[in-house]
């Protein structure tokens, strides 16, 4: 990540950064030092950031939205080891070990956006279709691609539970990478936790419904502040129980 000094406005330093920032390769401290950089920027260097994220975050979110089936493992080996020569990369799959130079972030940053392009069989750009067959984003990639989005992260053991959110299209996505299904007999069950302490359930996850990767939409996120998931009986429960997940705080 680059190392310009808050409030300087660096555009090169910034831009940089666009796509391990829109891959959420960052710990929350430096996604925060992104952020202030990006404040402290120009309208111009602003906007070019936005665009870059949105680019690879609406890639992204085409993936998603459009391919429900995992690769396996090995072809996601296969493209790292084509697209990475850098020694100091760790592929994505794997936990970043500590420090790594912001070269070696863009390189992995990119790697990860060649392997969702092949995966899915979709082409780099801003538009996630084009021409007679143009269709209307799902609220996924809208809300992937909004200037204003922000996420909040987790790591429970090996997996990684991130909530993108917009406040200014009222909704968030869920990304759950390499999370185990439920335990038999058991569902997870999403909440927003609101300022005065109640918890609005927002669905369930049964086994079918996890994947290696797994996404989903919420709507109507209003004031809440934190968002959460805990293990329940199947059909959910009408207040979260004690076995929870995670809980991520939400930025008003």
């Not at 204003?148 to 917009?166: L, P």
């Amino acid at each position: 990540m680059s190392d310009a000094p808050e409030g300087t406005g660096s555009g090169d330093a910034l831009l940089d950064d666009a796509e391990v920032y829109a891959i959420h390769a960052l710990d929350p401290d430096e996604r925060a030092g992104v952020e202030s950089a990006r404040d402290a920027a120009t309208a111009e260097v602003r906007a070019e950031f936005d665009a870059r994220v949105g680019a690879v975050r609406e890639t992204m979110a085409a993936q998603a939205a459009q391919h429900g089936v995992e690769p396996p493992a090995e072809v996601f080996e296969r493209v790292l080891a084509q697209v990475v020569d850098d020694p100091g990369v760790t592929p994505l799959r794997r936990r970043r070990s500590p420090g790594p130079s912001r070269t070696a972030l863009r390189a992995a940053a990119a790697a990860a956006v060649v392997v969702v392009a092949v995966a899915a069989g979709v082409v780099l750009g801003r538009s996630v279709l084009s021409g007679p067959d143009e269709r209307t984003p799902s609220e996924t990639e809208i809300v992937l691609a909004a200037p204003d989005a922000r996420t909040t992260q987790a790591r429970v053991g090996d997996a990684t539970i991130s909530f993108i959110y917009s406040r200014e299209r009222n909704a968030g996505v869920v990304l759950m990478n390499d999370v185990p299904p439920p335990q038999d007999g058991t569902v997870y069950q999403m909440w927003l936790m609101d300022p005065g302490g109640g918890a609005r359930s927002r669905g369930t996850m049964t086994q079918a419904d996890v994947r290696p990767t797994t996404t989903a939409a919420l709507t109507s996120i209003d004031g809440a502040e934190t968002f959460g998931i805990s293990i329940e009986r199947p059909g959910g429960a009408a207040t979260p129980s004690d076995r929870i997940v995670t809980t991520l705080p939400i930025a008003r």
